[in-house]
Nanobody, 114 residues
Framework: VQVVESGGGLVQPGGSLRLSCAAS????????MEWYRQAPGKQRELVAH???????NYADSVKGRFTISSGNAKNTAYLQMNSLKPEDTAVYYC?????????WGQGTQVTVSS
């Protein structure tokens, strides 16, 4: 299974970005798709989670600013990030959970700076 993230970049504080995640190479449909992030010198943290039954959860630090969604295409997910802050700067990773196994992408850099 290959997981590919895209959509990262440099944005000013208060700006927006939309990250995309696509998992390919499997006939399975995901049980959950998750976005994590890792800032320099910090541990990787869960940012947002969406399950096949529609359950969604967010880290407290992004509630009200980030929105996770699943795409119409099989095994795709998005993370809409609004009102970005410098502390959102990190490498963002997508994890595709198929129940019996999971796969991670290589990450996409998000930098929030003026």
């Amino acid at each position: 299974v290959q997981v590919v993230e895209s959509g990262g970049g440099l944005v000013q504080p208060g700006g927006s970005l939309r990250l995309s995640c696509a998992a390919s190479g499997t006939d399975w449909s995901f049980f959950a798709m998750e976005w994590y992030r890792q800032a320099p010198g910090k541990q990787r943290e869960l940012v947002a989670h969406i399950r096949v039954d529609g359950t969604i959860n967010y880290a407290d630090s992004v509630k009200g600013r980030f929105t996770i969604s699943s795409g119409n295409a099989k095994n795709t997910a998005y993370l809409q990030m609004n009102s970005l802050k410098p502390e959102d700067t990190a490498v963002y990773y997508c994890r595709a959970d198929f129940g019996a196994n999971d796969s991670w992408g290589q990450g996409t850099q998000v930098t929030v700076s003026s």
